[in-house]
């Protein structure tokens, strides 16, 4: 439990009662030696249907730092999520905070067998989201956290940590450079520490912080896809963004830039006449990629003003030309990187982020700063409303760790990130509430910022940039979905072709089309579009993967989607180009043995 108050808790999550599951220095001093003299408040707060919530606060009576930790129980799963706040409300700098985790936990496992499950994230590679299942021997520790400041970029923040009679499914919420530690003793206790990679600040007069977000589930029994389902289900259920109360699916869309010279070929003429063949073929999002603004790709990322000579009358003749169609409009931005030739450098160069090696791929738009984010909220959402947008698409090809940590004086180390990830949730949360029927498709060089914050505000509908030529890898793309679908419930990806087996190797409730659908083309379009559509159901279900995830040419790969509350589901099996077997024998899941099924 939380607190001897009994306000939360954990009990059901296999962690030693007594304990807060947070930690930090202070002043040199481990929090556990001083917390328990700190005053301390347990408060309820109001909170939504299938939760509880409540917020303790504890107050140093010397300095003034005040730590919250507001928890969410969801009374419907065995699963709690926090998040941490400190506030300097005393009148002085505080003493050198530091080492700040707000997950730091002693978890009793059984039995001798316990592995980590968890999973490359994107770095647009055949490893792209494959599992990674490792055995946590006694006495072994380790180390993960992604590269250059992108949350998932080479590792994914999520975590099914496995022994004989269960588990802890674990996903940190933190778009930013997060490190996760593990250790087990001699024995069967697993020490789990997770939060920002680098904290080492002090806070001035007024200022407040806060942390990466962690949801632990627990799950019982033997099948450790048990526990994956159950962090679907949470996801999907508090999560997941909804328009009008259903949940935002990803849509079937085209995207023009392949056709068009890396989109620096478009024009208002063109986009105009690829819309009606996309219409035809059920295609439900037309996609206006990187190279409408001034300065193209990439040279004018940063110059958010459509091109002149292409967009006489801007993009509104677009949006609606979509809109007539019956297609939504969805808009790529990258607003975060800023070349050296855009308007924002060149107007507004005080908040541009600079280090020593950037290269000429560009700086940083530092989010961080409140007068440069509200500039860019409102031009975004002005953008919004002007070319009724109804996917807003966040491109990020910068990794920004160096970025931070340059910005970082010596007793600051990790303020330019938090400041920065803070500034990235209030920019998408507003843009949100402004337009409450706008969803955001998160890039970020194809799936290398997914993580639990990200998913709960969009969707990533380009998960690896390994989409990005016309080289079809159905094999990559298969061990893309199989291996992100243990962890996050919505994505999509890029597809290049209609016949059965390469569509159905990357579509998921959507995909992004990104060739120009001919009319020779038209009906195979038509038929796998439709059959995405009419499978999108199950994928709201409990995922199993039926065989091992790999991206070996010699072995099949098949999973299964079942949806238990309408006795339906669906099973896709790839028997690959350089497979010696004939067949696959597979064991589904969820099946009742005393009913009848019906099989298509």
């Given at each position: 439990?939380?607190?001897?108050?009994?306000?939360?808790?954990?009990?059901?999550?296999?962690?030693?009662?007594?304990?807060?599951?947070?930690?930090?220095?202070?002043?040199?001093?481990?929090?556990?030696?001083?917390?328990p003299?700190?005053?301390?408040?347990?408060?309820?707060?109001?909170?939504?249907?299938?939760?509880?919530?409540?917020?303790?606060?504890?107050?140093?009576?010397?300095?003034g730092?005040?730590?919250?930790?507001?928890?969410?129980?969801?009374?419907?799963?065995?699963?709690?999520?926090?998040?941490?706040?400190?506030?300097?409300?005393?009148?002085?700098?505080?003493?050198?905070?530091?080492?700040?985790?707000?997950?730091?936990?002693?978890?009793?496992?059984?039995?001798?067998?316990?592995?980590?499950?968890?999973?490359?994230?994107?770095?647009?590679?055949?490893?792209?989201?494959?599992?990674?299942?490792?055995?946590?021997?006694?006495?072994?520790?380790m180390?993960?956290?992604?590269?250059?400041?992108?949350s998932?970029?080479?590792?994914?923040?999520f975590?099914?940590?496995?022994?004989?009679?269960?588990?802890?499914?674990?996903?940190?919420?933190?778009?930013?450079?997060?490190?996760?530690?593990?250790?087990?003793?001699?024995?069967?206790?697993?020490?789990?520490?997770?939060g920002?990679?680098?904290?080492?600040?002090?806070?001035?007069?007024?200022?407040?912080?806060?942390?990466?977000?962690?949801?632990?589930?627990?799950?019982?029994?033997?099948?450790?896809?048990?526990?994956h389902?159950?962090?679907?289900?949470?996801?999907?259920?508090?999560?997941?963004?909804?328009?009008?109360?259903?949940?935002?699916l990803?849509?079937?869309?085209?995207?023009?830039?392949?056709?068009?010279?890396?989109?620096?070929?478009?024009?208002?003429?063109?986009?105009l006449?690829?819309?009606?063949?996309?219409?035809?073929?059920?295609?439900?999002?037309?996609?206006?990629?990187?190279?409408w603004f001034?300065?193209g790709?990439?040279?004018?990322?940063?110059s958010?003003?459509?091109?002149?000579?292409?967009?006489?009358?801007?993009?509104?003749?677009?949006?609606?030309a979509?809109h007539?169609?019956?297609m939504?409009?969805?808009?790529?931005?990258?607003?975060e990187?800023?070349?050296?030739?855009?308007?924002?450098?060149?107007?507004?160069?005080?908040?541009?982020m600079?280090?020593?090696?950037?290269g000429?791929?560009?700086?940083?738009?530092?989010?961080?700063?409140?007068?440069?984010?509200?500039?860019?909220?409102?031009?975004?959402?002005?953008?919004?409303?002007?070319?009724?947008?109804?996917?807003?698409?966040n491109?990020?090809?910068?990794?920004?760790?160096?970025?931070?940590?340059?910005?970082?004086?010596?007793?600051?180390?990790?303020?330019?990130?938090?400041?920065?990830?803070?500034?990235?949730y209030?920019?998408w949360?507003?843009?949100?509430?402004?337009h409450?029927?706008?969803?955001?498709?998160?890039?970020?060089?194809?799936g290398?910022?997914?993580?639990?914050?990200?998913?709960?505000?969009?969707?990533p509908?380009?998960?690896?940039?390994?989409?990005?030529?016309?080289?079809?890898?159905?094999?990559?793309?298969?061990?893309?979905?199989?291996?992100l679908s243990?962890?996050?419930?919505?994505?999509?990806?890029g597809?290049w072709?209609?016949?059965?087996?390469?569509?159905?190797?990357?579509?998921?409730?959507?995909?992004?089309?990104?060739?120009?659908i001919?009319?020779?083309?038209?009906?195979?379009?038509?038929?796998?579009?439709?059959?995405?559509?009419?499978?999108r159901?199950?994928?709201?279900?409990d995922?199993?993967?039926?065989?091992?995830?790999?991206?070996?040419?010699?072995?099949w790969?098949?999973?299964?989607?079942d949806?238990?509350?309408?006795?339906q589901?669906?099973?896709?099996?790839?028997?690959?180009?350089?497979?010696?077997?004939?067949?696959?024998e597979?064991?589904?899941?969820?099946?009742?043995?005393?009913?009848?099924?019906?099989?298509t």
């Amino acid at each position: 439990m939380l607190t001897a108050e009994k306000a939360f808790f954990l009990d059901e999550l296999s962690l030693n009662t007594g304990e807060l599951p947070f930690s930090f220095s202070y002043g040199g001093n481990a929090s556990s030696s001083f917390l328990p003299t700190w005053t301390r408040e347990v408060r309820a707060e109001t909170s939504g249907p299938g939760t509880a919530r409540h917020t303790i606060t504890y107050t140093d009576p010397v300095s003034g730092l005040q730590v919250r930790c507001m928890a969410t129980r969801f009374t419907a799963y065995p699963a709690v999520e926090w998040v941490l706040s400190f506030r300097n409300t005393g009148a002085a700098d505080t003493p050198l905070l530091e080492c700040i985790l707000p997950l730091d936990v002693r978890v009793t496992t059984s039995g001798e067998n316990v592995m980590l499950y968890h999973a490359h994230g994107s770095t647009c590679a055949a490893t792209d989201f494959l599992p990674l299942d490792e055995p946590i021997a006694p006495k072994r520790q380790m180390d993960i956290a992604p590269n250059g400041g992108r949350s998932s970029d080479g590792v994914l923040p999520f975590f099914n940590l496995g022994w004989d009679t269960g588990g802890l499914v674990g996903a940190i919420g933190w778009s930013g450079q997060w490190a996760l530690q593990l250790e087990r003793d001699e024995n069967a206790q697993v020490t789990l520490q997770a939060g920002q990679q680098t904290t080492h600040l002090i806070l001035h007069p007024g200022e407040e912080i806060r942390t990466p977000r962690i949801l632990l589930i627990s799950w019982q029994g033997a099948d450790r896809l048990h526990g994956h389902n159950l962090l679907r289900k949470v996801i999907l259920d508090h999560y997941t963004p909804r328009i009008n109360g259903e949940i935002a699916l990803p849509p079937v869309t085209e995207n023009t830039w392949f056709v068009f010279n890396t989109g620096n070929d478009v024009t208002e003429e063109n986009q105009l006449a690829a819309m009606p063949s996309m219409a035809k073929a059920g295609v439900e999002g037309y996609w206006l990629d990187a190279g409408w603004f001034e300065g193209g790709w990439p040279a004018g990322a940063g110059s958010w003003v459509p091109k002149k000579a292409a967009f006489p009358r801007g993009l509104k003749p677009i949006g609606d030309a979509a809109h007539q169609l019956g297609m939504q409009f969805v808009l790529w931005f990258e607003p975060e990187r800023v070349t050296t030739q855009s308007l924002v450098a060149k107007e507004h160069p005080e908040w541009v982020m600079h280090h020593l090696n950037e290269g000429e791929w560009g700086a940083l738009y530092n989010l961080g700063n409140p007068d440069a984010r509200k500039w860019l909220t409102d031009f975004l959402s002005q953008c919004i409303t002007d070319w009724d947008i109804d996917i807003y698409r966040n491109d990020f090809n910068v990794a920004p760790l160096p970025f931070w940590r340059a910005a970082d004086a010596a007793d600051r180390q990790g303020m330019a990130e938090i400041r920065y990830i803070e500034g990235l949730y209030a920019l998408w949360d507003e843009l949100r509430a402004r337009h409450p029927k706008l969803t955001i498709d998160n890039c970020a060089s194809g799936g290398r910022r997914i993580d639990l914050e990200t998913t709960s505000r969009s969707y990533p509908l380009w998960q690896s940039d390994t989409q990005c030529h016309d080289k079809v890898l159905s094999v990559w793309d298969q061990g893309q979905n199989a291996g992100l679908s243990l962890y996050v419930p919505l994505h999509a990806a890029g597809v290049w072709a209609f016949d059965p087996y390469t569509f159905r190797s990357v579509a998921t409730t959507g995909c992004s089309v990104c060739v120009d659908i001919t009319e020779a083309q038209m009906e195979a379009a038509q038929q796998m579009i439709a059959e995405a559509k009419a499978l999108r159901p199950y994928y709201l279900g409990d995922y199993y993967p039926l065989l091992g995830i790999t991206t070996h040419e010699q072995f099949w790969c098949a999973w299964q989607y079942d949806r238990p509350d309408l006795g339906q589901g669906f099973v896709m099996c790839f028997r690959r180009e350089g497979s010696p077997f004939p067949s696959a024998e597979l064991q589904l899941h969820g099946l009742e043995a005393a009913a009848n099924y019906r099989l298509t």
